[in-house]
């Protein structure tokens, strides 16, 4: 019988094992002792124009927001303009706007940064991840072969390649022309 090295051991044991970027910056953020005042959701979408509101779209309705703790770069939030977390409160016609951007957004994504795959959906409670759960959001994450699986990565701290200011500044003009067009 073949003796098996420690390397290979580990590789069997711990497959995707990867190096870990430290970012100290967001514990306070993650443990809540940072407690925003009011809904940041709301608050960008009483100042989408301003950069740091990170508001990528908007619309009577509904806003395109780049995720400001993302899990990979180009991590989207979809969001009704109007304060609530009760999904089935939301109109049909807030429901099609969503999904509209979403079509829309992940189209930008596609282009912009040629993922291999999303991850969409909404957390519904804080029981079920919504860190926000009182103002409903759709999440749209770009993914690539070797990235990791989804639900590691809701636990971890991720390497994102890219600053978020730089990711606005290269999804901004997208977005630009497709808020002229008055999809929604």
Same mark, same amino acid.
């Given at each position: 019988?073949?003796?098996?090295?420690?390397?290979?051991l580990?590789?069997?044991?711990?497959p995707?094992e990867?190096?870990v970027i430290?970012?100290?910056h967001r514990?306070?953020y993650?443990?809540k002792?940072?407690?925003p005042r009011g809904c940041?959701?709301?608050?960008a979408?009483?100042?989408?124009?301003?950069?740091?509101?990170l508001v990528?779209l908007k619309?009577?309705?509904?806003?395109v927001?780049?995720?400001?703790y993302?899990?990979n770069n180009?991590? %989207?939030?979809?969001?009704?303009?109007?304060?609530g977390?009760?999904?089935?409160?939301?109109t049909d016609?807030?429901?099609?706007?969503?999904?509209?951007l979403?079509?829309?957004s992940?189209?930008?994504?596609?282009?912009?940064y040629?993922?291999?795959?999303?991850?969409?959906?909404?957390? %519904?409670g804080?029981?079920a991840?919504?860190?926000?759960?009182?103002?409903?959001?759709?999440?749209i994450i770009?993914?690539?072969?070797?990235?990791?699986?989804f639900?590691?990565?809701?636990?971890?701290t991720?390497?994102?390649?890219?600053?978020?200011?730089?990711?606005?500044?290269l999804l901004k003009?997208h977005?630009e022309k497709?808020?002229?067009?008055?999809v929604?």
């Amino acid at each position: 019988m073949k003796k098996k090295s420690i390397r290979n051991l580990q590789s069997e044991i711990w497959p995707q094992e990867r190096d870990v970027i430290e970012s100290p910056h967001r514990l306070q953020y993650v443990r809540k002792v940072i407690k925003p005042r009011g809904c940041v959701f709301c608050a960008a979408s009483r100042n989408p124009d301003h950069p740091s509101s990170l508001v990528l779209l908007k619309s009577r309705t509904m806003l395109v927001v780049l995720n400001k703790y993302p899990y990979n770069n180009g991590h %989207l939030l979809i969001l009704p303009r109007k304060h609530g977390g009760d999904f089935e409160t939301m109109t049909d016609k807030n429901l099609i706007a969503m999904q509209l951007l979403t079509k829309h957004s992940l189209k930008i994504l596609k282009k912009v940064y040629k993922p291999h795959g999303f991850n969409t959906g909404m957390n %519904l409670g804080k029981v079920a991840g919504a860190g926000i759960p009182d103002h409903l959001h759709y999440h749209i994450i770009p993914r690539w072969g070797g990235d990791t699986n989804f639900f590691p990565l809701i636990a971890q701290t991720k390497l994102v390649v890219e600053t978020t200011e730089q990711s606005y500044n290269l999804l901004k003009p997208h977005f630009e022309k497709l808020e002229k067009r008055n999809v929604v």
